[in-house]
């Protein structure tokens, strides 16, 4: 069936980001109570916009404990008051995602793949938006196999692509496919470039990141319980996606992108990459060069956010 087309144009964009945050569903506003299930809030037992309202910042991450640490680590780069060890969990009544406050910067677990996360951005949207936050920033946190990259590379995106390379998601809605542009903000991305200018020892590029449905078959690993290619045609995929500038492959950019720019969202991916995809499959690195990796994204993210507050030296 020929899939639906939405897009925002860029006036659009403008006039979403110039008030609060917007959602695109007219029913919520006949509805007494929004229960955000997930997080365990609601707009009946929760004062959001006293919560929340002064959010300028939103991290997500797939780890809880990934975004617990970035909590801690803002919350020390911000040099706020009080002890980062003794972060509450907003969200301690669910097992589902973990949340942090920490003063203008909010941070989010969000899972693995485009379901999870998917299911966290819808409530984390309405949250924004009945807490009256303005003008606010997305970032996705996370780490990723390079293509063509060295370990180690944090890559951030320009577009968001599917399977194909188009920079595009597909949702089923009543048994339609709508599909959505996954173009990110080009001056979030061009800042946070200009700010990895500024760091030692985060080698940084701007390049597509291709989102998949899954970490083995859909990314041409060889090395998962099911595997009907061979080296010679993962190779030539990977090829072709690097042909088409793709730098990294993840599970999840694609469903952000697209859902912020329908919202009006000014967002940007930020992924380190564990491993060059053309040298193998398996995450080899030792334990602390990974966990240094990682904290790649979370450093530039970092004195992004302290420039944007007049904050950094």
């Known amino acids: 069936m020929a899939p639906i087309l939405l897009n925002c144009t860029g006036g659009e964009h403008q006039e979403y980001i110039k008030q609060h945050v917007q959602v695109k569903n007219p029913y919520l506003d006949t509805m007494e109570e929004?229960?955000?299930?997930?997080?365990?809030?609601?707009?009946?037992?929760?004062?959001?916009?006293?919560m929340f309202g002064d959010i300028k910042f939103v991290c997500v991450g797939g780890?809880?404990?990934?975004?617990?640490?970035?909590?801690?680590?803002?919350?020390?780069?911000?040099?706020?008051?009080?002890?980062?060890?003794?972060?509450?969990?907003?969200?301690?009544?669910?097992?589902?995602?973990?949340?942090?406050?920490?003063?203008?910067v909010l941070s989010i677990s969000h899972g693995m793949g485009v379901?999870?996360?998917?299911?966290?951005?819808?409530?984390?949207?309405?949250?924004?938006?009945?807490?009256?936050?303005?003008?606010?920033?997305?970032?996705?946190?996370?780490?990723?196999?390079?293509?063509?990259?060295?370990?180690?590379?944090?890559?951030?995106?320009?577009?968001?692509?599917?399977?194909?390379?188009?920079?595009?998601?597909?949702?089923?809605?009543?048994?339609?496919?709508?599909?959505?542009?996954?173009?990110?903000?080009?001056?979030?991305?061009?800042?946070?470039?200009?700010?990895?200018?500024?760091?030692?020892?985060?080698?940084?590029?701007?390049?597509?990141?291709?989102?998949?449905?899954?970490?083995?078959?859909?990314?041409?690993?060889?090395?998962?319980?099911?595997?009907?290619?061979s080296h010679e045609e993962k190779l030539e995929y990977l090829r072709k996606a690097y042909d088409a500038g793709v730098r990294n492959i993840e599970m999840e950019s694609t469903v952000f992108a697209a859902m912020c720019r329908v919202c009006g969202l000014k967002a940007a991916v930020v992924c380190v990459a564990l491993l060059n995809r053309f040298e193998g499959d398996q995450i080899t690195s030792p334990h602390d060069v990974l966990v240094e990796y990682q904290q790649r994204p979370q450093v530039l993210v970092s004195h992004f956010i302290k420039k944007r507050l007049g904050l950094a030296a």
């Open 115 to 229: 379901p999870s996360i998917s299911i966290m951005l819808h409530e984390l949207i309405k949250l924004l938006h009945h807490a009256q936050c303005r003008d606010v920033v997305l970032f996705r946190l996370g780490t990723s196999g390079g293509v063509g990259l060295a370990p180690g590379t944090v890559v951030i995106t320009e577009k968001a692509v599917d399977y194909s390379f188009r920079p595009q998601f597909e949702q089923v809605v009543l048994g339609k496919v709508i599909t959505r542009s996954t173009e990110l903000d080009e001056g979030v991305a061009s800042e946070l470039l200009q700010c990895s200018s500024e760091l030692q020892n985060i080698p940084t590029v701007i390049g597509n990141t291709m989102c998949t449905h899954d970490f083995y078959e859909g990314q041409g690993r060889l090395d998962g319980a099911l595997c009907s290619f």
């Open 34 to 50: 929004d229960i955000l299930y997930h997080f365990s809030l609601s707009t009946k037992t929760h004062n959001l916009p006293e």
């Open 63 to 104: 780890s809880a404990n990934r975004m617990k640490s970035f909590a801690q680590f803002i919350h020390q780069e911000l040099n706020l008051p009080g002890n980062p060890e003794e972060l509450r969990d907003i969200c301690e009544g669910t097992d589902r995602y973990c949340m942090y406050k920490v003063g203008p």
